[in-house]
């Protein structure tokens, strides 16, 4: 696997940093935010270092489309049992904080707010 020594997400995926972790298999690691927004707020990153979504190409396939294979069955195990949201902020503009790729999987409450006010 591909890895950036100063990638705080690359450190959880090689064990140097604890998680929360709910799912781990050869491609991905899901985890619960250290800050969440939610009652059910966790992440699902690749393992392979990945800057951000505008670096992926076709050799990506298989993480991104584990990403997202397992969101809703994660999401409903972890308790949004009636529907979730799934971010994933691409780069400054984006608000990216972190640049490993990540998506955000956020639900649990009555109604997430609206992700961007008219304006």
Do not use: W
């Not at 009652?39 to 298989?62: M, W």
């Not at 639900?107 to 304006?119: A, D, I, Y």
């Amino acid at each position: 696997m591909s890895e950036d020594p100063g990638c705080i997400f690359c450190k959880i995926v090689s064990g140097a940093i604890p998680c929360k972790k709910i799912h781990e298999d050869d491609e991905i690691l899901a985890f619960h935010d250290i800050h969440p927004i939610a009652p059910v707020h966790f992440l699902i990153i690749p393992k392979v270092h990945i800057e951000s979504l505008v670096e992926c190409n076709d050799s990506h396939r298989a993480a991104l489309g584990a990403m997202l294979a397992v969101a809703g069955r994660l999401a409903v195990e972890q308790g949004a049992n009636d529907g979730f949201r799934t971010i994933i902020n691409t780069g400054r503009v984006g608000g990216q904080e972190v640049y490993h790729l990540h998506a955000h999987i956020l639900g649990g409450q009555e109604r997430l707010p609206r992700m961007l006010s008219k304006s």
